[in-house]
């Protein structure tokens, strides 16, 4: 099944990675992410579309490790390196930044992470591409990289559509849905904590 990774450029493999993945995310509801209901299995039924965009993510990541691996002969193994790479930079420029880190967090895999000659025998260009695209997976700071690549392209092209990571979205829900209660206490009264529901509004939105 990896042929299908060398058998187009870059560009027409990312547009397709693109299209599937979001035909899922269009058909997200913001029901389906509220009070974490995709981390719960019984209520996992209301949030199906959630969970086969992750699904989808987790399988790209393992699809592209495979693909590598499957290659026998250290020359292949770089040529299929070198072609997820340029197909993760392809993602970057059209904003299908979910793509890019499924590609990323197969490429960072301990079982291809460990491939020190392959990744050594990179062209000194593709190298760099993957220097420039590993910068959005630093996890430090909560991915302050890729939080702030994001605002400077809305800022820059307000009205130029994207596909964000989607993981981290859900870990921004899951945080502010647990780090806030429902209601709060105010004079011996429980009120609704507008700031908790506006925040997750804010999110979704």
């Known amino acids: 099944p990896y042929e299908v990774l060398l058998s187009g450029d870059p560009y027409t493999?990312?547009?397709q990675i693109t299209i599937l993945e979001f035909d899922v995310y269009s058909r997200i509801s913001h029901t389906e992410l509220?009070?974490?209901r995709w981390t719960k299995e019984k209520y996992q039924v209301m949030a199906r579309n959630v969970s086969a965009l992750?699904?989808?993510?987790?399988?790209?990541?393992h699809f592209?490790?495979?693909?590598?691996l499957l290659q026998k002969k250290l020359k292949d193994r770089t040529t299929m390196l070198t072609r997820c790479i340029k197909i993760a930079r392809a993602l970057a420029d059209i904003r299908n930044y979910?793509?890019?880190?499924?590609?990323?967090?197969?490429?960072?895999?301990?079982?291809?992470?460990?491939?020190?000659h392959t990744w050594s025998k990179l062209p000194p260009?593709?190298?760099?591409?993957y220097k420039q695209m590993a910068v959005f997976q630093d996890p430090s700071n909560s991915f302050k990289n890729y939080r702030e690549a994001i605002k400077k392209m809305?800022?820059?092209?307000?009205?130029?559509?994207?596909?964000?990571?989607?993981?981290?979205?859900?870990?921004?829900?899951?945080?502010?849905?647990?780090?806030n209660?429902?209601?709060?206490?105010?004079?011996?009264?429980?009120?609704?904590?507008?700031?908790?529901?506006?925040?997750?509004?804010?999110?979704?939105?």
Do not use: W
């Open 13 to 15: 493999i990312a547009e």
């Open 34 to 36: 509220i009070n974490q």
């Open 125 to 129: 260009k593709v190298e760099i591409l």
């Open 154 to 179: 809305k800022e820059e092209e307000k009205n130029i559509p994207c596909l964000p990571y989607f993981t981290l979205n859900l870990s921004d829900l899951t945080f502010m849905d647990e780090g």
């Open 64 to 68: 592209i490790a495979t693909s590598i």
């Open 181 to 205: 209660p429902d209601l709060i206490d105010i004079e011996e009264t429980k009120l609704i904590n507008l700031p908790k529901h506006q925040l997750v509004y804010r999110t979704i939105k």
């Open 54 to 61: 992750v699904q989808r993510s987790d399988k790209l990541s």
């Open 98 to 116: 979910n793509g890019v880190m499924g590609i990323l967090m197969g490429l960072t895999l301990s079982s291809i992470n460990r491939l020190k």
